[in-house]
């Protein structure tokens, strides 16, 4: 069994407003609106082949730092289950395998 690290950065965008309002303070910098605007397209592909929207989405981000994984999961806001968007390795790691306190 592998040891993990899961890291959830954004669970239960169940909300449009939020989402929306949240989107609308990142493409005040030129870091997202570079992003979106070269991988938006293939964003809304990969959304669209597992039946999923923006406006009802779930994303969870975990990573397995021993294994050099970091895995992307999506669902509809009314699903039980998450599947699997995309996954990517990573290149480095810094600190020890380990709970964190800090």
């Given amino acids: 069994m592998r040891t993990s690290l899961i890291v959830i950065v954004f669970s239960m965008l169940s909300s449009y407003a939020f989402a929306h309002s949240f989107l609308s303070e990142q493409m005040k910098f030129a870091r997202p609106r570079a992003?979106?605007?070269s991988k938006g397209d293939i964003i809304q592909e990969k959304l669209a082949g597992l039946g999923l929207k923006t406006n009802d989405l779930n994303i969870i981000i975990v990573a397995?730092?021993?294994?050099?994984?970091?895995e992307i999961y999506a669902k509809k806001a009314s699903a039980a289950r998450y599947e699997m968007l995309s996954s990517y390795a990573i290149c480095?790691?810094?600190?020890?395998?380990?709970?964190?306190?800090?």
């Fill in 35 to 37: 992003a979106l605007e």
């Fill in 92 to 102: 480095n790691t810094s600190g020890v395998l380990g709970p964190k306190r800090a």
């Fill in 64 to 70: 397995y730092k021993a294994d050099r994984i970091l």
